[in-house]
């Protein structure tokens, strides 16, 4: 039996449309078993989804306990320390080194995890709607300010095999859980 030449070739984007996976950086003089404490600043969000960054922040904060990186700073106490030094209220400018190292200060905390959301919502293939997330996180040395790891990465969920549902990400939740532990496997 004779197979079509796009037969070989739809099967590898089939297996190959799924693969992307995080682009890392990684400080080589970063001392990453001096972070025993470690807090979680409030994520920015650039999505259409306000709240994306807090959703975000949630499910990261989750898969990094479940990695057992340091010990995390309770959210609740993360935010008033963020309170004294930025006051009530939204803010979004970007984070100084100087706001980073105020906060770590008053957290108690060798370094802190900064994320910006770029997007976050369910886009359109087909007559179906997909998750599509785009998302950053550094971990910043709080003395120093310097950035000491950074992960990004795009995805959209969906099925890996289109035909079965095989490998589906259906919901922006397991779309970014999934990617929040891609992300902290770079973290080493």
Not at 18 to 37: H, N, Q, S, T
């Amino acid at each position: 039996m004779e197979r079509s030449p796009w037969f070989g070739l739809t099967l590898a984007l089939l297996f190959l449309g799924g693969c992307g996976g995080p682009a890392a950086f990684v400080d080589r003089e970063a001392d990453l078993p001096y972070y025993e404490r470690v807090g979680i600043l409030p994520f920015d969000s650039l999505a259409q989804d306000a709240l994306a960054g807090d959703k975000v922040a949630s499910v990261f904060l989750t898969e990094l306990l479940r990695r057992d990186f340091a010990q995390v700073l309770d959210p609740t106490a993360m935010s008033g320390a963020v309170t004294k030094v930025r006051g009530a209220g939204p803010n979004r400018k970007p984070w100084s080194s100087k706001e980073i190292s105020n906060v770590a200060e008053i957290a108690e905390v060798q370094g802190v995890f900064v994320g910006t959301i770029r997007d976050y919502g369910m886009v359109p293939v087909g007559r179906s709607s997909y998750p599509l997330v785009s998302l950053e996180i550094r971990l910043v040395d709080a003395t120093s300010g310097r950035i000491v790891w950074s992960a990004s990465q795009t995805r959209r969920g969906g099925p890996a095999l289109p035909l079965m549902g095989w490998r589906e990400i259906p919901t922006l939740g397991e779309l970014t859980a999934v990617m929040c532990r891609d992300l902290l496997e770079t973290l080493r």
